[in-house]
Every structure is written in C-alpha cells, then in structure tokens.
C-alpha cells in the first residue's frame, strides 16, 4: 500500500525558513506526479504545490508562489518542500500525496500519512 512519512515539521519564527520531506514507498515514486497539501487548525485541507513525476513541471497555489519550492529526489523516493519567508498563516500540518484531482480539492484519505506540523510564531 501507498505509504508516505513526512517530516522536517518545526517551530519556526516569522520569515523564516524550513524543509520539509516526504519519504515514499508502496508504489513507483518515480513516475508518480506527487503534491504537498496542508490543514491549519480548524480548517479544511488546503492544496500547497505539485510537481510532475521527473520534476519537469511545478505548480503551486498562490499562497507558495515566490516562497515555497517543491523538488523531489526520485533515487531516493523522496519529495520535499522548501518553505521561506514564513507566515503565522503558514502555520498548518503539511502532508505529501501522489498528485490526483482529489488532492487538487484537499480531499484526505489515509495514505497521506501523519504530516508533519508546521508552526510559524515569535
């Protein structure tokens, strides 16, 4: 089954930065297109960022545009995603998905995972 284990979730100030990664397994990482989705708290999942199965292609949603970049590291069937310039309203448990309309509409099932908590506060 799919698997997917987030981390690299921390408590970080204001305009700070973080990584967080996705370690893949349970199905072929490599020709998987694959998203980062977040869930602040009290909210619905909340799309972030894609990228093709090569990495080819990237997309984000406009509250990553110019801060958050998505990469992934197909030998080692790991995705990531590089957070900069941190909001509060960043603030949120990130999980990793393979890329699907689903996900595009932040609709959860169980192979996302545990996700990892992102906390953005001075």
């Known amino acids: 089954e799919v698997q997917l284990v987030e981390s690299g979730g921390d408590l970080v100030q204001p305009g700070g930065s973080l990584r967080l990664s996705c370690a893949a397994s349970?199905?072929?990482?490599?020709?998987?297109?694959m998203s980062w989705v977040r869930q602040a708290p009290g909210k619905g999942p909340e799309w972030v960022s894609a990228?093709?199965?090569?990495?080819?292609?990237?997309t984000y949603a406009d509250l990553a545009k110019g801060r958050f970049t998505i990469s992934r590291d197909n030998a080692k069937n790991t995705l990531y995603l590089q957070m900069t310039f941190l909001r509060p309203e960043d603030t949120a448990v990130y999980y990793c998905?393979?890329?699907?309309?689903?996900?595009?509409?932040?609709?959860?099932?169980?192979?996302w995972g545990q996700g990892t908590q992102v906390t953005v506060s001075s």
């Open positions: 349970g199905f072929t990482f490599s020709t998987a297109a």
């Open positions: 990228i093709s199965s090569g990495g080819e292609w990237k």
């Open positions: 998905a393979k890329d699907s309309p689903k996900v595009r509409q932040g609709v959860k099932d169980d192979s």
